[in-house]
Every structure is written in C-alpha cells, then in structure tokens.
C-alpha cells in the first residue's frame, strides 16, 4: 500500500502545483464540431449456468473461456459550446468448442462425457448519452 499512496501524493501535489489550462486569444478549449475516440479493454468472462438434472457448467473451468482483448468506440459531438451527445458501441463476442470432461443435461439434452460442445458468448451494447460541461 505505500506505493499507491506515494503515486497519489505525487499526483495530487502536481495537480495542485500545475498552471491551469488556458485557451490562447480567448478561444475555448474544446474547438472540435465531431470527436471519435475507442479505448481498448480486456474482458475477463466467468461465470456458471444450471444445466437442470445432473448439475452446472462453468465457462472457465469446463469451456476454458479466459482473457481476450476488446475495444469500446465513442462519438462524440458538440453541439453547442458545453452541450455534447454521445453514442457508444461495445462489441464483446468469443467462442470456444471443447469435448466435456463431465455429463451435463442442459434443457432437456444429455452430453455424455466425451462430447464435442460450443459455447458463444455475444453481446452488442450501445450507449448513448448526453453531457453538460459545467468546469471549463
């Protein structure tokens, strides 16, 4: 912990230290009509699902799901000088096919112990929003 707390001492005394940002000439800071920005994450998928009958599966243990790279894209466009509307995309999809290591009833089916199954995680989540810039 005296590490975290040391990097947040320097940061806060440099924030406190540092001029403010000014526009030259009196111009605003924000000058831009459309900004496009994307941010890069990793996706970490775990959890498990009731088959019914003879127990769960789990996404890591049985399906070997792990850590894959995914971005999330931003539009941002300023309407007026604080007024923004913001629309987001985050694509999180992956797939893996495995041969069981366990008998799983899942709705009403049987695999047996041996079996070749897939699993597909998808989902598509749009976002939009709005924001109001009240520090400038």
């Given at each position: 912990m005296p590490f975290k707390t040391g990097v947040l001492t320097v940061f806060l005394l440099w924030l406190m230290t540092s001029?403010?940002?000014?526009?030259?000439?009196?111009?605003?800071?924000d000058v831009y009509r459309w900004r496009l920005t994307g941010v890069w994450w990793f996706s970490s998928p775990t959890g498990s699902f009731n088959g019914g009958g003879s127990g769960t599966f789990d996404l890591t243990r049985d399906f070997g799901f792990g850590n894959y790279s995914t971005?999330?894209?931003t539009a941002d466009w300023r309407f007026k000088r604080k007024h923004h509307l913001l629309?987001?995309?985050?694509?999180?999809?992956?797939?893996?096919?495995?041969?069981?290591?366990?008998?799983?009833e899942f709705q009403g089916v049987t695999y047996d112990v041996g079996t070749s199954v897939g699993a597909e995680i998808k989902s598509l989540a749009f976002a939009p929003g709005y924001q109001y810039d009240i520090i400038r």
């Open positions: 001029p403010p940002a000014r526009a030259q000439d009196g111009q605003d800071l971005f999330t894209g629309f987001s995309v985050s694509p999180v999809t992956n797939s893996r096919r495995t041969t069981l290591s366990k008998t799983i």
